[in-house]
T-cell receptor
Framework: DVKVTQSSRYLVKRTGEKVFLECVQDMDHENMFWYRQDPGLGLRLIYFSYDVKMKEKGDIPEGYSVSREKKERFSLILESASTNQTSMYLC?????????????????FGAGSRLTVL | GIQVEQSPPDLILQEGANSTLRCNFS?????LQWFHQNPWGQLINLFY???GTKQNGRLSATTVATERYSLLYISSSQTTDSGVYFC????????????FGAGTRLTVKP
């Protein structure tokens, strides 16, 4: 089974701190994603990556950056945390984009990181 | 962009009952996935089903792409089925275009 591991389950940070959320997958997936989940707003895509050193903005990239130096690791960075970034952060991966009906597009999620910014 | 609506928003069942969750979407899709989020926040992929019918144990799903809806059936529900069920769709095959519904919160009582 594919495993997506997020480094921290719960974090509490102060406003202005730099925050790193790490995500590692162990099945050689090409695609990795960062979402945030908020009550009433559902899951929203922050950033995604199709390959090493490659990144694309999702729907809500403001205030975030990402890093993918190795295929298995995708990091989400909050340069200067703010209270409105208090949320559940979910990392996901999929094998690759297939231009047809295929299990290669199945999304596998990590357990989530609940961040509180005070 | 594509709109996704899930119904009902909340569902309470007694253990052993059956249920049907619905996902309506506003445009044709090439990628549709159902997920279960347990009470601890973990999202598990249940089905990848842009069309047709699939079954996995007590769960099955049907997507009627031409009519723009998908159904998730849960039979003989158990307390461990509690959580939130999400439908996510994309017009392309790419996951970066996925739009998630607001979810159906299921509570199964013993």
């Amino acid at each position: 089974d594919v495993k997506v591991t997020q480094s921290s389950r719960y974090l509490v940070k102060r406003t202005g701190e730099k925050v790193f959320l790490e995500c590692v997958q162990d099945m050689d997936h090409e695609n990795m994603f960062w979402y945030r989940q908020d009550p009433g707003l559902g899951l929203r895509l922050i950033y995604f990556s199709y390959d090493v050193k490659m990144k694309e903005k999702g729907d809500i990239p403001e205030g975030y950056s990402v890093s993918r130096e190795k295929k298995e690791r995708f990091s989400l960075i909050l340069e200067s945390a703010s209270t409105n970034q208090t949320s559940m952060y979910l990392c996901a991966s999929s094998l690759r984009n297939q231009p047809h009906y295929s299990g290669a597009n199945v999304l596998t999620f990590g357990a989530g990181s609940r961040l509180t910014v005070l | 962009g594509i709109q996704v609506e899930q119904s009902p928003p909340d569902l309470i069942l007694q253990e052993g009952a059956n249920s049907t969750l619905r996902c309506n979407f506003s445009d044709s899709v090439n990628n549709l996935q159902w997920f279960h989020q347990n009470p601890w926040g973990q999202l598990i992929n249940l089905f990848y089903i842009p069309s047709g019918t699939k079954q996995n144990g007590r769960l099955s799903a049907t997507t009627v792409a031409t009519e723009r809806y998908s159904l998730l059936y849960i039979s003989s529900s158990q307390t461990t089925d509690s959580g939130v069920y999400f439908c996510a769709v994309s017009m392309t095959y790419n996951n970066n275009d996925m739009r998630f519904g607001a979810g159906t919160r299921l509570t199964v009582k013993p």
